[in-house]
């Protein structure tokens, strides 16, 4: 009965799934109840809520393969949670009102649902609004968050109401959803085939819903980086994203299917209000590869950039990789082609500390106008690059006019692959004369 009840009140933590059918020991739980009767969390604050579901991501226990199964539970979704230091910077580039609607598409446990919450809260306080109507409006009527992670929506609904200190009992607007398949710009009634549908589409996470028929002040978030699609997926991402001709016969924006980050930049910007502000932190590959050139000629074409900070994930934890840099970018949607060519770009060079991110060294920081990214060919996004080698860049010759190159092998292990010519450990393989 009691189950019953919070599956009614709380749907979103007490939902059936394959716990319903665990039938532990009456031992088991009696140690169980005992060892939690042991520990205190007096200490406990809102914010572990998220910590805890990161650690049970990064078990370190072992199986067949050498990872844990929580491990390969986050390969598989990308999952790698925010900072709370970048989540308090990223929150305060959003330019957020107090009646302002946000949405953070890839929620995971809601770090940046909290964080917006005590924003929003904050000006609702300013405005004389007591905490328990704030709590109602926001919770209620201004926040959404969408993730395929049944277990993360959970958290954040748990982290949410544990915010409610009224007893209001709003429900969160938190769905299991992949936000990456519909927008109110591109609504897709049917994506999938009677057979998909058969044997692989969850119509929850999958079919449209009340979420993507809003368009929202502010879209901010983590994507997942590096996400293994479901293969049924993988044909329905290209035609939503995909490059190629048969692509945008088929309606595709044409910024890039091939990298999640890259699907969720493009969405959000369709999310967005005129006006609205996207931040998102990712890698930063997409600044300068030719791969994501159609994503930024995207961004120009409906945005103001507002700002590019780069830093890297070494403050990130439980990230045992290196990528080559990491960016939070900010955008702000604009129709008006003459407002986006004047605007003057925020560009900060590399600051790892997420505490000098509000207030990085002079230095670090340049500022150029929008135009000037369209004078390059592809539109390369620089940042911390002198003046005087960026107006160079412009009339300089392109390599591919004089040379042809490709990308060698990326091992991302620079002291075991990479030796000087005369190192004795290098064993000759022959040099290539010419490319053909």
Do not use: W
Request: charged share 30%; hydrophobic share 35%.
């Amino acid at each position: 009965m009691a189950f019953d009840l919070a599956e009614e009140r709380f749907p979103l933590v007490y939902r059936e799934d394959a716990y319903d059918y665990f039938r532990p020991r009456k031992e088991t739980l009696a140690e169980l109840v005992y060892d939690l009767s042991t520990k205190s969390f007096r200490q406990l604050t809102n914010r572990h809520v998220g910590d805890i579901y990161q650690g049970l991501l990064s078990s370190r226990r072992s199986g067949a393969d050498g990872r844990g199964a929580r491990q390969r539970q986050q390969s598989k979704l990308g999952a790698f949670y925010t900072p709370h230091g970048d989540v308090d910077y990223m929150v305060s580039r959003l330019n957020l009102k107090r009646d302002s609607r946000v949405l953070d598409p890839c929620m995971g446990s809601g770090h940046f649902l909290e964080g917006i919450h005590d924003r929003l809260a904050a000006l609702y306080r300013d405005e004389g609004y007591d905490q328990a109507e704030a709590y109602r409006q926001i919770v209620g009527k201004q926040l959404y968050g969408g993730d395929i992670d049944t277990f993360a929506t959970s958290l954040a609904a748990i982290r949410l109401f544990l915010l409610d200190e009224h007893g209001t009992e709003a429900k969160p607007q938190l769905y299991v959803h992949d936000m990456l398949l519909h927008s109110p710009e591109r609504p897709q009634s049917e994506l999938f085939s009677e057979a998909e549908r058969v044997v692989a589409v969850d119509p929850q996470v999958d079919d449209i819903a009340e979420i993507d028929e809003q368009k929202f002040d502010a879209v901010v978030g983590n994507p997942p980086y590096g996400a293994r699609k479901p293969a049924y997926k993988e044909g329905i991402y290209r035609r939503l994203y995909g490059e190629r001709a048969t692509d945008r016969r088929a309606g595709s924006i044409a910024t890039g299917a091939h990298d999640s980050y890259a699907m969720f930049f493009a969405n959000g910007i369709e999310r967005l209000h005129e006006g609205g502000r996207l931040c998102l932190i990712t890698q930063d590959g997409f600044r300068s590869l030719t791969t994501y050139s159609s994503l930024r000629r995207h961004m120009l074409d409906r945005c103001k950039i507002v700002e590019i900070l780069l830093t890297d994930t070494k403050h990130f934890a439980g990230v045992s990789f290196q990528f080559a840099g990491m960016a939070i970018t900010t955008l702000e949607k604009c129709s008006d082609p003459e407002e986006r060519r004047a605007n003057v770009m925020r560009l900060v060079d590399y600051v790892r500390d997420p505490k000098d991110f509000g207030n990085p060294p002079a230095g670090k920081v340049g500022e150029f106008r929008q135009e000037e990214y369209e004078a390059l060919p592809e539109t390369p996004f620089f940042v911390g690059v002198p003046r005087e080698v960026f107006e160079a860049a412009k009339s300089s010759p392109r390599i591919r006019a004089v040379a042809r190159g490709r990308q060698g092998l990326a091992t991302a292990d620079d002291a075991r692959f990479l030796a000087a010519a005369d190192d004795p450990r290098v064993v000759s393989v022959g040099i290539a004369t010419s490319i053909t």
